[in-house]
């Protein structure tokens, strides 16, 4: 069974940066793509950002695209999203999810295994 954990959220000003960290146990970290998405209060849960098995292949949401930048450290078993010049609009729990797939990144429907999510709050 795979095991997804979160971490990295917080509260941080308009402008600000922050990291989020995904874990992955349970299973070879390599044999899976791993997606973030994000959801606010009374929102559907949205894309974010995916990173195949390898790194070769990239995705980002339009929202976010310029301002984050996924990566992936297999030894460390490890998915990151860095994220810049946070806005309000960013504000949302972020969960990350794995999948076996390494095609249809941007769909929620391709994902096998979810995190529980973190808390990113971005005030203005």
């Known amino acids: 069974q795979v095991h997804l954990v979160e971490s990295g959220g917080g509260l941080v000003q308009a402008g600000g940066s922050l990291r989020l960290s995904c874990a992955l146990s349970?299973?070879?970290?390599?044999?899976?793509?791993i997606g973030w998405f994000r959801q606010a209060p009374g929102k559907e849960r949205d894309f974010v950002a995916a990173i195949n098995w390898s790194g070769a292949k990239i995705y980002y949401a339009d929202s976010v695209k310029g301002r984050s930048t996924i990566s992936r450290d297999n030894a460390k078993n490890t998915v990151y999203l860095q994220m810049y010049s946070l806005k309000p609009e960013d504000t949302a729990v972020y969960y990350c999810?794995?999948?076996?797939?390494?095609?249809?990144?941007?769909?929620?429907?391709?994902?096998?295994?979810w995190g529980q999510g973190t808390q990113v709050t971005v005030s203005s």
């Open positions: 349970g299973r070879p970290f390599t044999s899976y793509a």
């Open positions: 999810a794995a999948a076996l797939a390494n095609d249809w990144l941007e769909a929620i429907g391709t994902y096998d295994y």
